[in-house]
């Protein structure tokens, strides 16, 4: 398992992924109330140019949520670098959140991300 935080703070993310052996799964949580509002799936196919690889994606958010939002673009990374299906529960939550703050929660989730590409390398 890995378990990788970034930022800090309201704007603190943690990424916690487990490798299933057929796919990996995992969680993006953080702000002032980590909890689950969404939940995204994403299966490898072959690119549609006919040159690489891609995904078909599949973002289920809970009423009332945008969780999901940050969740896709990690989820996308994932599974084409890894070539695997990737399942993530997203729940990041900052009281009356401005542009700001959201820009500084989704740097953090590429940012642990990166901490994730880099761990997994030195394995």
């Given at each position: 398992?890995?378990?990788?935080?970034?930022?800090?703070?309201?704007?603190?993310?943690?990424?916690?992924?487990?490798?299933t052996?057929q796919?990996?799964?995992?969680?993006l949580?953080?702000?002032?109330?980590?909890?689950?509002?969404?939940?995204?799936?994403a299966?490898p196919?072959?690119?549609?140019?006919g040159?690489?690889?891609?995904?078909?994606?599949?973002?289920v958010?809970?009423?009332?949520h945008?969780?999901?939002?940050?969740?896709?673009?990690?989820?996308?990374?994932?599974?084409?670098?890894?070539?695997?299906?990737?399942?993530?529960?997203?729940?990041?939550?900052?009281?009356?959140?401005?542009?700001w703050?959201?820009?500084?929660?989704?740097?953090?989730?590429?940012?642990?991300?990166?901490?994730?590409?880099?761990?997994?390398?030195?394995?």
């Open positions: 398992m890995y378990e990788i935080s970034a930022g800090e703070g309201k704007h603190r993310v943690w990424l916690k992924l487990w490798d052996g796919g990996w799964t995992g969680s949580t953080g702000g002032e109330t980590p909890h689950v509002g969404g939940i995204v799936l299966v196919r072959a690119s549609l140019t040159c690489g690889l891609s995904c078909d994606i599949w973002a958010p809970a009423p009332g945008l969780d999901h939002e940050a969740a896709v673009p990690i989820a996308r990374q994932l599974c084409v670098r890894l070539e695997v299906t990737v399942a993530l529960a997203a729940g990041i939550h900052i009281e009356r959140a401005a542009a703050d959201i820009a500084q929660v989704r740097e953090n989730c590429e940012a642990a991300l990166a901490e994730f590409w880099r761990s997994l390398k030195q394995e």
